[in-house]
DNA sequence: CTGGGCTCCTGTCAGC
DNA sequence: TGCTGACAGGAGCCCA
């Protein structure tokens, strides 16, 4: 579900609700990926701190005090989303996918998950592991500066599985999932199935604006809400509505008008137009 | 090392 | 109506 819109869209929401809080309790439902790693009951006390996100990964640090008493490390996976419950009501029963409740003083943050495929995992800090192992494989950030189009093309240039399957990797930029990338590759005029490293210079950084410019536009709009996807609010998202080839199958191409293609690649469904982008 | 395929899990929807 | 298969926003892991 989430891509980085949608969990930035996320972070927005519980970061300002959650700053200063104090844990009253930590409640886990089913397993999610990994287990917490963790005693729940050793997080009671601890302040929630500065919430940030690197990828799709969203870090909660944890304060004893003045001293970081470690954190969580947060991944929505498919189909997780966050919501805000309270305070002031008594938040409701978890339901049957609720399976991570963090109960403060400022209400409770509660992660609903259908798949499973999230995950919720104690870190010592995000320089140790198992935060540092799993975030030491993820790309630079899309809004990095110092991601510039040589360096983005110089990492292209060291693959040659398709363009699409780089950008689902996400090891020359992170952040866009199955929708942005296809939507990227359509702004940019690049065919999906492109060996990476049969890209100039100039297409690269056509690549790399149009990537920015879909996780960028799709973050102003809330991000996109195809079956179930809400803010902490509960709000949707509206990019899916100005998405030109995602879940477009056989219809017209916005700027050509040919049939929009769907072809399995790098086992996801990828739409593209087959006249306006290139190999 | 790389690329490609598999896998985790549940829900929904199209088609028969 | 009920069953079956395909498919769904991710990404770690294993193998060739």
């Known amino acids: 579900m989430p891509e980085l819109p949608e ?18 309790a930590l409640r886990l439902g089913k397993p999610l990926r990994w287990p917490l790693g963790h005693d729940p009951a050793r997080l009671v006390g601890l302040t929630v701190g500065d ?28 189909s997780g989303s966050l919501a805000m419950l309270g305070p002031g ?13 963090l109960v403060t003083d400022r209400g409770t943050l509660r992660l609903n998950d259908p798949r499973r495929f999230g995950a919720v995992v104690w870190s010592p800090s995000l320089g ?5 192992a799993l975030l030491q494989r993820l790309g630079p950030e899309p809004f990095d500066p110092e991601l510039t189009p040589q360096r983005f093309h110089a990492t292209l240039k060291a693959r040659r599985a398709p363009i699409k399957a780089v950008l689902l990797a996400g090891d020359a930029v992170v952040g866009a999932g199955n929708i942005y990338a296809c939507e990227a590759l359509f702004q940019a005029g690049i065919h999906p ?20 410019q879909t996780l960028g536009r799709a973050l102003a709009l809330g991000g996109s809400t195809l079956r179930d996807f809400t803010d902490v609010h509960g709000a949707s998202g509206a990019y899916q509505a100005e998405a030109a080839v995602y879940g477009r199958e056989g219809q ?28």
């Open 7 to 24: 969990v930035e869209v996320t972070r927005r929401g519980i970061a300002g609700p959650l700053a200063g809080a104090k844990v009253h």
């Open 51 to 78: 919430i940030t996100r690197r990828g799709k990964y969203l870090w909660l640090p944890l304060w004893r005090g003045a001293a970081e008493a470690g954190g969580l490390l947060l991944h929505l996976g498919m």
């Open 89 to 101: 009501t008594a938040a409701a029963e978890p339901g049957p996918h609720d399976h991570f409740d």
């Open 128 to 132: 140790d592991d198992p935060a540092a």
């Open 193 to 212: 199935a492109l060996r990476a490293d049969r890209i100039s210079l100039p297409r690269a950084d056509r690549l790399l604006a149009a990537v920015r």
């Open 252 to 279: 017209p191409c916005p700027r050509c008008g040919a049939a929009v293609r769907r072809r399995v690649m790098a086992q996801r469904s990828t739409y593209f137009c087959g006249s306006c982008q290139r190999r």
